[in-house]
């Protein structure tokens, strides 16, 4: 609908919020795009919803401001924003029905009655709850409910809509399903759509960028494949899908490279790295399951990192199985494998010896 | 035919069934019954006897002689224009009573309902608390308050506000305060529980799509807690009609209310029949709003299910 522009549409600057003394946003800052989908990310009380509740006037910032569409709506009250919420509870009017729900913002807004029915028709129309508009949302299932909501946040056309947990309260299936509709109601619209969650799944597939949350703060901002791939701390790492940290030293340093010797895996790797510390200093460096090949021979082409160990546990999903393998130490590396070639019978089984290999790239640098 | 397990089901429906009959049980004896006498005593003559009414049955040297029957009592009721116009005086002493307690408890229960809740046990105790007092104490203490040489005016005359009492009691004014004063809890406690329950989501979903706070509160809060506003007028709205206690000792001679010519009927005309057709009125009277309570939450019931 709206061409990005160079002005983003939502500006936080160093906002923090304190409840009591309690700290639950500290310093935040954040620009978000017009027309993007996205998402901040993080567990229950890093301090998304607080941030989500600024964003939408529930709660007033300690400190630093909120910029909407170039205005500063730091202070500005929830009935006067041009933003609208869908609540984790959807919070339906329970004495109304889903056309007086939907229609309650409008009439708020004083729309005329003529113009009311038909954009509320034709948001219900967009849900697919055109026959249900004469229903009380107690006689509606989960699923309808989050549509009535969505419409109901939707029919103002808010420059910005914030979803809390919006795929929380459904069932696992029906969730699936959602997280596409929403995607592409997101692209036919063109609203700005935030979505706050816990559910890193949630996060990756419907965002075209993530913001992950930690204590307070944000610990990384980037599109999905920026945050799993080349996570920026040890956080984000570890809390964005799976992943084998592994601790070691610097044991030296050659042509942007430097060699990390591993206690725990008895193997010295090889890590990319453009300004290496010292010999001798601590390091942590990860590695995701999927990226490691498994193999009861020695690989034979170069450029890898290798460790040894003997298949500890071994779990089997069809497309793919999970082996825990456990080196001479006790360390534990979990690996991936997509089950490519159709065979009932396994290449690698229960206490095998193999070995362990991953491209030198696909080692992630943690320095945090 | 049936297993020992089905023999242990039998058992607890059997217990279901008693646990289930007592309350009716209860309603047979307490309130059915008695009000079959009043019923039966409301269709009799007055006569001066031991008892003084005629007796439903009528027995003869040869036995039974039939069932005696007068409506002249109920006749009487509609035709003297007394009777008319006090059950009219009571209903609107107990609407506006009831429409007082509506007004003062409404912004209580809300504001207690949004209190932390350590706090609202504390507000709830004390709404509570006058009923560790005897009611008819706390009526005499009103006396003690209101008087032209009570607390009150004592107060005014003493500070200058006033050279003169005021008179305050043994009029309509006292038995309103009277009224208000001994049923504003049983407003306060259905409201209560009621906006307590509220999701207070809601208000921000409102606030989200434009309400302000006042708006917020005429659009949302108040029509769901309508059941409860229902509920608190019929707890006060029923007893208050027939109120007898607060316009005996609060009111004074000229405030009528059917509670009190109910009394005279009983104990000064011994009319007994009379009286009991006075009561009988009554009761048909306050069930209209009773059922019609009844069917709003069978609706609303229905609805949820």
């Known amino acids: ?368 | 035919m049936s297993g020992p397990s089905n023999g242990g089901a039998d058992h607890s429906l059997r217990w279901l069934k008693r646990a289930v009959a007592f309350p009716y049980f209860w309603l047979l004896l307490f309130f059915l019954a008695p009000f079959l006498i009043i019923l039966k005593i409301s269709v009799a003559d007055p006569i001066i006897a031991q008892p003084p009414f005629t007796s439903l049955l009528q027995w003869g040297e040869h036995g039974f002689e039939g069932i005696r029957v007068t409506f002249a009592n109920f006749a009487f009721l509609f035709q003297d224009g007394y009777y008319g116009i006090i059950y009219l005086a009571s209903l609107k002493m107990a609407a506006i009573s009831t429409l007082l307690c509506l007004l003062l408890g409404y912004p209580m229960a809300y504001y207690i309902a949004r209190q932390p809740p350590q706090r609202r046990q504390l507000l709830l105790l004390a709404v509570i608390l006058p009923f560790w007092i005897s009611f008819l104490l706390r009526v005499y203490a009103w006396i003690g308050l209101l008087n032209n040489r009570g607390v009150i005016n004592d107060f005014l005359i003493w500070t200058g506000v006033i050279h003169a009492p005021i008179q305050m009691l043994y009029n309509d004014f006292a038995v309103y305060l009277g009224i208000v004063y001994s049923y504003l809890p049983f407003m306060i406690l259905p409201l209560y529980s009621n906006l307590e329950r509220m999701d207070l989501d809601l208000l921000d979903a409102a606030a989200d799509l434009g309400a302000r706070r006042w708006r917020a509160f005429v659009d949302v809060t108040l029509p769901i807690s309508v059941p409860g506003i229902i509920g608190g007028c019929l707890l006060v709205f029923i007893p208050a009609v027939g109120e007898f206690t607060i316009p005996a000792l609060l009111g004074g001679a000229d405030t009528l209310m059917i509670g009190r010519v109910l009394w005279d009927e009983f104990f000064i005309n011994r009319d007994w029949p009379v009286a009991s057709a006075v009561s009988v009125v009554l009761l048909l009277l306050l069930i209209a709003p009773i059922m019609w309570f009844q069917r709003l939450q069978s609706r609303e019931h229905e609805a949820k299910s």
């Open chain 1, 1 to 368: 609908m709206s061409e990005p522009t160079a002005l983003p549409l939502i500006q936080i600057r160093s906002v923090t919020k304190t409840f009591d003394g309690v700290t639950a946003v500290n310093d935040v800052s954040l620009d978000i795009l017009r027309g993007e989908l996205f998402a901040i990310l993080g567990s229950s009380g890093c301090g998304k919803t607080t941030l989500l509740r600024m964003l939408a006037g529930f709660e007033n910032p300690t400190s630093g401001r909120i910029v909407i569409d170039g205005v500063d709506m730091t202070d500005v009250p929830p009935y006067e924003r041009p933003v609208n919420l869908m609540f984790q509870s959807y919070a339906l009017f329970p004495h109304m029905t889903v056309q007086q729900n939907v229609a309650y913002g409008l009439k708020k807004e004083r729309v005329p009655e003529a113009q009311i029915r038909e954009r509320v028709a034709e948001m219900l129309a967009l849900v697919k709850l055109g026959p249900l508009a004469g229903r009380k949302p107690d006689k509606l299932s989960g699923g309808e409910k989050q549509r009535v909501a969505l419409a109901r946040a939707l029919v103002k056309r808010p420059k910005l809509l914030l979803l809390d947990e919006p795929l929380a309260a459904l069932d696992r299936k029906l969730r699936e399903h959602t997280q596409f509709e929403l995607a592409n109601l997101q692209y036919q619209l063109g609203t700005t759509f935030v979505v706050v969650t816990h559910d890193q799944d949630e996060a990756m597939t419907l965002a075209s960028r993530i913001a992950v949350m930690h204590a307070g703060r944000i610990a990384q901002v980037g599109t999905p494949g920026e945050v799993y791939e080349y996570p920026a701390n040890r956080y984000v790492a570890g809390f964005v899908g799976n992943i084998n940290l592994i601790e070691g030293r610097v044991a030296g340093t050659a042509n942007g490279r430097l060699t990390l010797h591993s206690d725990a895996l008895e193997a010295d790797l090889a890590v990319a790295c453009e300004d290496p510390p010292g010999p001798g200093s601590e390091l942590c460096v990860a590695v995701r399951p999927e990226k490691i090949t498994i193999s009861r021979e020695a690989p034979s082409n170069g450029d890898r990192n290798v460790v040894k160990g003997v298949v500890r546990d071994l779990g089997y999903f069809g497309d793919q199985s999970l082996y825990r393998v456990r080196t001479r130490t006790g360390a534990i590396v979990q690996v991936s494998a997509q089950n490519l070639r159709r065979s009932a019978k396994l290449t690698v089984e229960w206490d095998d010896e193999v070995f362990l290999s991953w491209e030198v790239g696909s080692t992630i640098l943690l320095r945090s």
